[in-house]
């Protein structure tokens, strides 16, 4: 795995690197291929250290964003989220690779962000995605692969755009379009 580590509002030292390297080396054994980028952002919010990691695939990208006291102790539990959310999506993951079913589907998107241009604006970040269609389990797929509460997708037999999103009760709801 290669890395792109870099710091917001922090010097990322060679002991930061050498540590941020050592523990996401233990998802390796994950990948087929040697070339997988991890993009690993660390910041400073207050007395806060948050760790976000990127690691965009082929077919999906997996997404976790870690927040503590503790540098270290931040990049362990990102290390270990990330773990359970290959883990936890293995058999979905094997299925899909097994059945072939959607050798051609393409679930990477583009994502862009604009800068904050007005202290008073209510939105404060943006991302353009490009719609690929798919069902619900490969939305479920996705949403958890990449740690969000929600995810929206286009239906693949409908053709609606949809919004997953996962209750507190640990169940997902849908919400359709017309």
């Not at 619900?136 to 929600?150: D, K, Q, S, T």
């Not at 949809?162 to 709801?173: A, F, H, P, T």
Request: glycine share 2%; charged share 35%.
């Amino acid at each position: 795995m290669k890395y792109n580590i870099r710091g917001d509002k922090l010097v990322v030292t060679d002991a930061i690197n050498n540590y941020v390297e050592s523990k996401l080396d233990r998802l390796n054994k994950y990948f087929k291929e040697d070339d997988i980028l991890a993009n690993v952002l660390l910041k400073v919010r207050g007395n806060s250290q948050i760790i976000e990691v990127t690691i965009p695939t082929d077919k999906f990208i997996l997404r976790s964003e870690e927040e503590d006291k503790d540098l270290y102790a931040a990049i362990d539990l990102v290390t270990d989220k990330l773990e359970r959310q290959i883990r936890k999506n293995k058999t979905r993951l094997n299925k899909q690779n097994i059945d072939n079913k959607y050798k051609d589907f393409n679930f990477d998107y583009e994502i862009t962000t604009e800068e904050e241009t007005n202290e008073d604006e209510q939105i404060v970040k943006r991302k353009n995605i490009e719609m690929k269609p798919m069902d619900e389990e490969e939305a479920i797929l996705e949403m958890n692969l990449l740690g969000h509460e929600f995810f929206v997708y286009k239906d693949m037999h409908t053709n609606n755009i949809c919004v997953l999103y996962r209750r507190k009760d640990g169940n997902y709801g849908l919400i359709e379009t017309n």
